[in-house]
């Protein structure tokens, strides 16, 4: 990486407690397999389709997710700085379902590209199960929220909900 230095990067992981177990001195070896990728509003920074060949970390900004409905291209999500993003379709290998957009001026992401997670699996085996930790986190926060939201919609639907 090269604006981030290895002291905001790690900072950053505390903050929104990724990885946090990681050392400073972990974290400035984990630097080197990753690298930054900066978007304007309105970008693409993966299709629908698309298998995902890297994840990311949302470092600065917010990354929009959208879908196709009957009638266009819809915002179905949004994902703000401190989380992580695009990790289904790398640990599955399937295409995705959503287009990811950067949603804010400028979006900064911090991203883990297949080839360098293979090579952090075998030098970085500690960092590595940190990494996919994070993402088993990560996935788990958003199978909650939408059992979450169908609950309340089920809820709402058969009368038993406020409206």
């Known amino acids: 990486m090269k604006e981030i230095s290895t002291t905001e990067l790690y900072d950053f992981f505390q903050k929104y407690k990724i990885c946090e177990s990681l050392t400073h001195e972990e974290v400035e070896r984990l630097s080197k397999y990753l690298n930054e990728q900066h978007y304007n509003q309105g970008e693409i920074i993966s299709d629908m389709g698309e298998v995902g060949d890297a994840l990311y970390y949302v470092y600065r900004g917010k990354v929009g997710f959208y879908s196709k ?30 287009r990811m957009q ?5 979006v900064t992401l911090i991203a883990l590209t297949r080839a360098m997670y293979d090579r952090l699996k075998v030098e970085e085996p ?14 788990d926060h958003l199978v909650r929220t939408m059992s979450q939201d169908i609950s309340a919609m089920e809820h709402y639907l058969m009368g038993t909900g406020k409206r």
């Open 126 to 139: 500690y960092i590595a199960v940190n990494i996919l930790e994070n993402a088993i986190v990560s996935l």
């Open 69 to 98: 409905n009957g009638q266009g291209i819809v915002e179905v999500g949004v994902q703000p700085e401190g989380t992580l993003i695009g990790e289904m379709s790398f640990f599955d290998r399937k295409p995705r379902n959503l």
């Open 102 to 106: 950067a949603d804010s001026r400028h």
